[in-house]
């Protein structure tokens, strides 16, 4: 029991991460259908932020080298990591959403989080290079008198309150005038900019709102593990992101939480406690890699929609029959 | 200044390689009309590939790199055929061949890991003594890789003009239901793309690891978005400006690495990339038609 359970509370943790982050990629794809392949450079900006806000100044001296270091309190952290994934997910969102074909919009979120990778990794006065920011004691374990297994409760509890806040913005969104642009944006642009939405503008919120929910799953990383490295935001983790909207069902929020637990819980996370292949120590992972792969394009060819689809919405029942009153829904519709 | 001339000819080297993969990543674009996210991992595949046949079955390198290449080709359209068919034919949208890519990238780069390691790889070839050609100083290797490079380029513009293959191709590349009600069989031409595409590409990744010595599981990473911008500096789908983007970005990113650092030559590239998305997005052969 004293091993299953703390087990079972770091898989809980993982699962209320990746919800925000499908959510978060809900929002710029599901909706908004912004090509983001880069959304784990979001996610790595937020646990940056949080780390760089939380901790103390670097010293050159130890070899560990970093911005600010302002040993602020977590929550402050974790908004300001947020924050901060959201202004790059406008900086990003201002090269790559234009009126050009979607293939540029993948060809260039991926290009950007390449060298933004590259740029993290070789300039070490930035995020300490390679090696990454480390030494974050657990956040509110010290006051409130914790061992390392009753923080991990804790912070199920912490990744809860962030997840339900993030749920409300997510939905919020997606019943809103925004959100229903968003999504006929997402069905046709010409058409949508034909009635006078302002298809840049509202794609670059989806993907600032996006990247905000990515920012904040990154800074409630960097506050459970205490340290954040390249090694963590390689592309392939914004596959499992990927994949996990894909599978679960993209459009609404329902489905990403359905999708975050298979791939990002059941396939990602839990095959981590695989003991390694003595002959082969790298082909538990490069096979866990194949599966998610696998399992996407499993998904895209039999059941395209997800497990749980988006619900198609009836705005007007067409014909109308004469004299039928205004719909009330007609005047929200102008957002 | 002869750093510069120097880094000039290096620039060259760089070209030719980024040139062929170019060509073979915007002729499939052009044919298919949707970009290929999987097609880094094309060239590393091509690239051990040719390890295998050269350093483990022990054929002699120019054979085995061949028989790599005609391997890749078959790869190439044996994955076209069985995944990206059945997406096509039932006329999906666009995102959904993207993101089946970006699958295929992942799932490729991971059975390369699974099959032939972590570890980096070199091939057992002679580097030889650098050849002095006028201002430039290159190894015997890299003139080859030149040679090669512009046959390839030659061979590549004689099928376009001089083929019905390459005409019919141009022609799907123009429009692909004008093509197909004018006669021309699109299914069967969009096979031999594949196969001529997965053949430059299998060609490239050779080109590029005899460059770069060693190769890991991660090198064709870096070098995919190289090309991406190569391809789109030349107009997506344009195979002659994919040729033209080449040359300018072998040879900005080679002179900026004596420049600026040669740890910021990707960034160089990045940065061509954006300014010709913001500044000239149909690329710099214009026409009318597609972006």
């Given amino acids: 029991m004293d091993l299953i359970l703390p087990y079972l509370a770091t898989l809980v943790v993982f699962f209320f991460v990746y919800n925000i982050l499908t959510w978060g990629l809900n929002i710029q794809f599901g909706y908004a259908g912004v090509l983001d392949f880069t959304f784990i450079t979001f996610v790595a900006c937020g646990a940056y932020f949080a780390g760089v806000f939380a901790l103390g100044p670097g010293s050159q001296q130890n070899g560990f080298e970093w911005i600010l270091g302002l ?126 939405k302002d298809t840049v503008r509202v794609r670059l919120t989806a993907m600032a709102m996006g990247a905000l929910l990515a920012g904040a799953g990154g800074a409630l990383l960097m506050g459970f593990i205490g340290a954040f490295s390249p090694a963590g935001w390689t592309s392939g983790e914004t596959f499992v992101v990927w994949a996990a909207l894909i599978v679960g069902g993209r459009g609404n929020n329902w489905g990403a939480i359905v999708g975050s637990f298979v791939v990002a819980v059941l396939i990602n996370e839990a095959t981590r406690y695989i003991p390694p292949v003595s002959v082969d120590p790298t082909l538990v992972p490069t096979l866990r890699n194949m599966l998610i792969g696998a399992s996407l394009i499993l998904v895209l060819w039999v059941r395209p929609q997800g497990i749980i689809p988006e619900t198609r919405r009836r705005f007007l029942q067409l014909p109308l029959r004469p004299g039928t009153p205004p719909i009330r829904g007609a005047e929200r519709a102008r957002g | ?57 022990h054929l002699n390198f120019v054979v085995a790199a061949l028989l790599a290449c005609l391997l890749m080709g078959v790869v190439a359209v044996v994955i076209a055929r069985v995944v990206m068919q059945h997406f096509v034919s039932r006329q999906a949208p666009l995102f959904y061949l993207l993101i089946v890519t970006f699958g295929l990238s992942l799932i490729l780069s991971n059975v390369i890991e699974a099959i032939w390691g972590p570890a980096f790889q070199t091939y057992n070839l002679a580097v030889g003594n650098p050849l002095i050609l006028g201002p430039f100083s290159l190894t015997p290797n890299q003139i080859i890789i030149m040679g090669i490079a512009v046959a390839a380029m030659l061979g590549i513009h004689l099928m376009l003009t001089r083929t019905v293959l390459g005409k019919a191709m141009r022609a799907m590349s123009d429009n692909k239901d004008l093509a197909q009600v004018s006669g021309i069989n699109t299914d069967q031409i969009t096979t031999v793309t594949w196969f001529v595409t997965g053949c430059l590409a299998g060609l490239a990744g050779v080109a590029l690891t005899v460059t770069t010595v060693s190769f890991g599981p991660a090198s064709g990473s870096n070098f995919l978005f190289v090309i991406f911008a190569a391809v789109i500096l030349g107009g997506i789908g344009k195979p002659y400006g994919a040729m033209l983007g080449a040359v300018i970005l072998g040879i900005i990113t080679e002179v900026s690495a004596v420049l600026v650092s040669a740890a910021y030559k990707d960034d160089i590239a990045f940065v061509a990339l954006i300014v010709v998305l913001l500044l000239r997005p149909q690329g710099l052969i214009a026409s009318r038609g597609r972006a």
């Fill in chain 2, 1 to 57: 200044m002869g750093l510069i001339v120097q880094s000039v000819g290096f620039g060259l080297v760089t070209a030719s390689v980024l040139a062929v993969a170019a060509v073979g990543l915007t002729l499939q674009f052009g044919v298919t009309n949707y970009i290929n996210f999987a097609y880094g991992t094309y060239l590393l595949l091509g690239a051990y590939f040719t390890w295998t046949l050269s350093t483990k079955a």
């Fill in chain 1, 71 to 196: 040993n602020l309190p977590f929550p402050v952290a974790l908004v300001a990591g947020a924050l901060a994934a959201g202004v790059l997910g406008i900086l990003i969102g201002l090269i790559a959403i234009n009126r050009l074909r979607s293939d540029y919009m993948a060809i260039v979120t991926l290009a950007t989080g390449t060298v933004l990778y590259g740029l993290v990794s070789n300039f070490t006065p930035l995020f300490d290079g390679f090696d990454g920011l480390a030494g974050l004691s657990p956040p509110f374990a010290q006051a409130l008198g914790l061992n390392s297994n009753q923080f991990t409760y804790l912070w199920v509890v912490v990744c809860g309150v962030v997840m339900v806040i993030c749920w409300f913005i997510a939905q919020r969104i997606l019943n809103s005038p925004l959100g229903r642009t968003m999504r006929a944006i997402r069905e046709d642009q010409d058409a949508a900019e034909t009635f006078g």
